[in-house]
């Protein structure tokens, strides 16, 4: 509605089952994604947007010595882009 672009990043931990917990945005910016950085502004618009969607995500669990283990600090860049059209 507003026209704004950007992208928040978020840490997680993956548990020992592959999905996501204490998800939490860290950082977010708004601007033209694709245009220079320098042109980017911090804002948090997407970060609550973000960190919801951080928890729907699955992935397969790290295996150590044959067992499943946690990620701590797992990084992840969602970007938002209008429609063209």
Same mark, same amino acid.
């Given at each position: 509605?507003?026209?704004? +672009?950007? *992208? %928040?990043?978020?840490?997680?931990?993956?548990?020992? %089952?592959?999905?996501?917990?204490?998800?939490?945005?860290?950082?977010? *910016?708004?601007?033209?994604? +694709?245009?220079? +950085?320098?042109?980017?502004?911090?804002?948090?618009?997407?970060?609550?947007?973000?960190?919801?969607?951080?928890?729907?995500?699955? *992935?397969?669990?790290?295996?150590?010595?044959?067992?499943?283990?946690?990620?701590?600090?797992?990084?992840?860049?969602?970007? *938002?882009?209008?429609?063209? %059209?």
């Amino acid at each position: 509605e507003r026209g704004t +672009q950007g *992208y %928040s990043i978020v840490t997680f931990t993956i548990t020992d %089952s592959g999905s996501v917990e204490n998800a939490k945005a860290i950082e977010g *910016y708004c601007g033209d994604p +694709q245009g220079p +950085q320098e042109e980017m502004r911090p804002c948090t618009i997407f970060n609550s947007a973000s960190a919801r969607a951080a928890l729907k995500l699955k *992935y397969k669990p790290k295996i150590v010595d044959g067992k499943a283990v946690p990620v701590d600090d797992v990084l992840h860049r969602f970007t *938002y882009v209008l429609d063209e %059209s």
